[in-house]
């Protein structure tokens, strides 16, 4: 990936947000509102910043601007344009805020980091590698990464002896470590690691026209009609058994 930045002007349409590179856990629709009031004045924000792969323009970062012009029905939005892939993006984006922008929320924080740890490759980097690619400290990344290890039990090495009672004599046996352990995994299971993010999380706001309009621009109208048929058709069944 080459570090070449070329900024101009990109059509809504052209750009994917479905590729799970927004690293937020929600969009703030006040934030969206104040930017589509600056740009509804003529005041240009920065401009997005998007990865181009040769047929997909990736967004980065600049969600809430790109909400802003959606909600001013503008077609386009100034980009700067970066060579790389929807992974590349996803790297960009989970320190895309730590020095301007909206202010990260903790879970936001939080989020980006998980984004490195459930990632086969990005997970083996260490605390310090993860946690300047984020923006944030060590001691953040190593707190998050200890939550996500698996817990197993400690199984006493050591065979316990207990005592029973056959043909009118006290008998004493030890515990096997097999029986031991079995007792341990049952009372204490594993907790397993969190599966991969979606590559598809499309982080829809809460306004449903900004999330329609959000399925449109990553999926398509047909897929989008195909949505609106099949959840008319649950909800109806979902009625019917309600009855």
């Known amino acids: ?45 920065p401009p997005v910043t998007v990865f181009f792969d040769g047929a997909n323009y990736w967004l980065a970062d600049g969600f809430h601007r790109y909400w802003a012009n959606k909600k001013i029905d503008c077609e386009y939005v100034f980009a700067d344009i970066r060579q790389g892939t929807q992974r590349d993006a996803i790297l960009y984006s989970v320190g895309a805020n730590a020095k301007h922008g909206l202010r990260r929320t903790s879970a936001d924080k939080r989020k980006s980091v998980l984004i490195m740890l459930e990632d086969e490759e990005w997970s083996q980097w260490s605390n310090r590698e993860i946690a300047k690619q984020c923006g944030l400290s060590d001691k953040t990344v190593g707190a998050t990464r200890k939550s996500l ?95």
């Open 149 to 243: 290890s698996a817990e197993i039990p400690q199984i006493d090495s050591k065979p316990k002896t207990v005592k029973y009672k056959r043909g009118g004599k006290t008998h004493k046996q030890k515990n096997s470590r097999k029986s031991t352990a079995h007792r341990s995994k049952s009372h204490n299971p594993i907790r397993q690691s969190r599966p991969a993010l979606a590559q598809t999380n499309l982080n829809l706001p809460h306004d449903p026209a900004f999330g329609a309009r959000a399925i449109v621009s990553a999926m398509g109208t047909d897929y989008a009609q195909q949505l609106i048929e099949s959840l008319n058709q649950y909800l109806q069944e979902q009625k019917e058994g309600a009855a």
């Open 1 to 45: 990936m080459t570090t070449e930045i070329q900024t101009q002007t990109l059509q809504l349409n052209q750009i994917r947000i479905d590729g799970g590179t927004q690293p937020r856990v929600a969009i703030d629709e006040q934030v969206v509102a104040d930017y589509a009031e600056l740009y509804g004045s003529g005041f240009n924000l």
